[in-house]
């Protein structure tokens, strides 16, 4: 299982980025996938979920609205839209497939700052 994140970099208030994962070494269309994020000196919490069933997502309360989780399973890449950026937003994040709850990817740092 190798997760690979990408797109983390450094936007003001109120701008957008799109991450993306790419997933290999497993059969990606068959598994939810989820999205965490790590702030300095914080717990790591989960972010956003999508389903290998019926494309369904779930998103924590401080995301709602804001950013939106997609997956292509062509690409075997899952992605998270972020929008309306906050400062409290800034943090590593992470993929992960619930169904791998050891396997982490490095993440990407996501900085929100004027």
């Known amino acids: 299982v190798q997760l690979v994140e990408s797109g983390g970099g450094l936007v003001q208030p109120g701008g957008s980025l799109r991450l993306s994962c790419a997933a290999s070494g497993f059969t990606f269309r068959s598994k939810d996938m989820t999205w965490y994020r790590q702030a300095p000196g914080k717990e790591r919490e989960w972010v956003a979920e999508i389903s290998s069933r019926d494309g369904s997502t779930r998103y924590a309360d401080s995301v709602k609205g804001r950013f939106t989780i997609s997956r292509d399973n062509a690409k075997k890449t899952v992605y998270l839209q972020m929008n309306s950026l906050k400062p409290e937003d800034t943090a590593v994040y992470y993929c992960?497939?619930?169904?791998?709850?050891?396997?982490w990817g490095k993440g990407t740092l996501v900085t929100v700052s004027s």
């Open positions: 992960n497939a619930p169904a791998f709850p050891r396997y």
